[in-house]
């Protein structure tokens, strides 16, 4: 997501450095490169005009050509400006009771599976979720949302798949959930398309039955420019309290994202980003706009981290890498650590420079499957072999090697990276270098050791942050 849109912001906005002193033909020159590189990212036409307006305005307006420092006055206008566009601050939902939340959106869009992040996450803040299924026209969408609430311990009203009538089974699920004594009530409804007057009408039928406190509009980050009619469409029809964005974790180039608070004047409440139920969060303007200008979002990463990693554990397996006691089982220990964290890639996205890195990487460095097959491997040692890995030698190879599934190759390769890693953890030097990089969101050098450790082309110098 946006990877697109942050290599060319980067590639001018460095241009733009690289000039001695900037003129206002400079500045003209930038902002019509940035007005392209939001309309390839499928930024609303009307939505990029006016925004580069906007910094061109603050730019002329501060004498950007006087200051010291005028490229970095100019990311900073821009920055400020990105996060106005995606809302400035975090809205929260109104959970007044009773608190009824709609779901509603297109086919397809990610309103079940957001039905239950929400439910999860509610139910993370302590207050009792229920869900209520209101899909009445795809057959198995009835069980796919029981399935997922029974997975996170939610209640759920499934209506008789025979009923057809959408108020006749809100009403029954309003008495069910009053026994329930839920405190939130999410509504999952029908996918539909724009065009479809029949699912629509129904659907204002139901919202003014339920009357919800909210009504949330669940929008698929890749939809591109047609989002933004999707989202004034269901914003006429019952009128919309708020966006939520799904598949960020996707390729889409972003420009929905960009648009949807400023032509909906909706605020965007909640990202999705990923299959799991996890991953979900609130949506952040300032950090969202850090992450597109290439900054990382260090933020949100270390909330990830916190929310899924037992602090013992952290420091225990921190330990036992300064005291270069590193072995096998600590590496399942960090795998299963890293699991937890969800996708990787997705993960290090959140850092500072990642996305000009991440070409370096192997397209496989992050795949689900290289990691269960160096699991293998490792479930394939002696306990001996695992808290002592020079013991292994030849034929023990050969024995890993067949336990595991494995080429006696494709285990050399893993034990000679092992190998590596340790050398670089018991170097104390560089791991606090890297993780001096790391809190002080400068420079990335020390991710050239974690690209060697991750299979990548050598432990290369990576270039300077620009920010
Ligand atoms: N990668 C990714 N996939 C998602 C995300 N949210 C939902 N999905 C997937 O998108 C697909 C559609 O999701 P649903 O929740 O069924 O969408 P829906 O809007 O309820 O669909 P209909 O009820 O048919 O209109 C499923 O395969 C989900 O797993 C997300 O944030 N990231
Ligand atoms: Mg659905």
Redesign the pocket.
Known sequence: MFSALSDSLDKTFRNLRGVGKISEKNITDALREIRLALLEADVEFGVAKEFIAKVKEKAMGVDVFKSIKPGEQIVKIFNDELTHLLGDDAEALNLNPPAHIL?C?????????????LALRLQKEGRRPLLIAC?L??PA?ID?LATLAKQINVPCFTPDPDEKNLVKVAKQALAWAKDQQGTALIF?????QEIDEKLVAELKELHRFVSPAETLL?A?SATGQQAVSVARHFDEAVGITGIIL?????DARGGAALSMRQVTGRPIKF?????KLD??GVFHPERMASRILGMGDVVSMVETAAENINEKDAIKAAERIQSGKFDFNDFLDQMNMLRKLGPLDGLLGMLPGFNKIKKQIPADAFDENKMKRMEAIVLSMTPRERTRPELIKGSRRRRIANGSGNTIIEVNRFLKQFTQMRKMMKSKGKMKNMMQQLGGMEGMEGMGDMNSLLGGKGGGKLPKLPF
């Open positions: 779901l959106g297109l086919n397809g869009a990610g309103k079940t599976t957001t039905a239950a992040k899909d026209y795809r969408a796919q999952d409804t029908a996918g539909r669940v698929d799904t598949k960020l974790d996707g990202i999705g980003e990923g299959e991953q979900f």
